[in-house]
Structure formats: C-alpha cells, structure tokens
C-alpha cells in the first residue's frame, strides 16, 4: 500500500483546509486509516482515524468539532476537512494505515503499518 498525502499550506487562524491521503495498490475494507501530526522536538499525535469502510470516525478531543475525516472508496481516498483552524494546528500531517483489522480505536502511530510522507500545515494567528 502507498499513501500519498496532500492538501497542506498557509491558512490564516479560523480558516479551513482539505487534507487527502490517496492510497494504491491493496486495500481492505478491514483497513483502519488515521491522521497524525507532529511538530518538531514532540512525538507523533493521534487526531483522526476511520475504518476503510468509513464507520466508526474518532478524533483527539482538541479537533472534536473543528475537523471531519470521511473516505472516497471510488477513489481510494481519505480526506480531513480541517475548519476554524487554529495556530496549535500548525505541524507536519501524516496519514497512515493499518492493514490487520482491530475491532478498538487505533491511536498509536506503532499500530500502523503504511505511511505516507506528510503534508506541512501552517496556521498563522
């Protein structure tokens, strides 16, 4: 499986910004998919995750509200709508899978087996 993530740049404070992770080669429904971030000198957060399938969303309580993740199946593509953004959004934002299917959440960055090679995102205030 290869991720390929878009969508980053410059957003002034309140915002919005459509990230998207476009997978290829094998994709099962049972693959979980998450969105992190990271900021430098701070280890790699959980903020979004969703089956394949597109059921059961969770999100790091500071996005609840503010951010969506959804998935295009026809194209293999997951998305974060990211709205009324804030300058503590501001990080590099990775997308990831997991391809063995887990019933739980999956919010640490060592249960994911794909990556995909970020997309910088920047909110100034």
């Known amino acids: 499986v290869q991720l390929q993530a878009s969508g980053g740049g410059l957003v002034q404070a309140g915002g919005s910004l459509r990230l998207s992770c476009a997978a290829s080669?094998?994709?099962?429904?049972?693959?979980?998919m998450g969105w992190f971030r990271q900021v430098p000198g701070k280890e790699r957060e959980f903020v979004a995750g969703v089956t394949w399938s597109g059921t059961r969303p969770n999100y790091v309580d500071s996005v609840k509200g503010r951010f969506t993740i959804s998935r295009d199946i026809a194209k293999n593509t997951v998305y974060l709508q990211m709205n009324s953004l804030k300058p503590e959004d501001t990080a590099v934002y990775y997308c990831?899978?997991?391809?063995?299917?887990?019933?739980?959440?999956?919010?640490?960055?060592?249960?994911?087996?794909?990556w995909g090679q970020g997309t910088r995102v920047t909110v100034s205030s």
């Open positions: 080669g094998r994709t099962f429904s049972s693959y979980k």
């Open positions: 990831a899978a997991r391809a063995s299917f887990v019933s739980r959440f999956v919010t640490r960055p060592e249960e994911y087996d794909y």
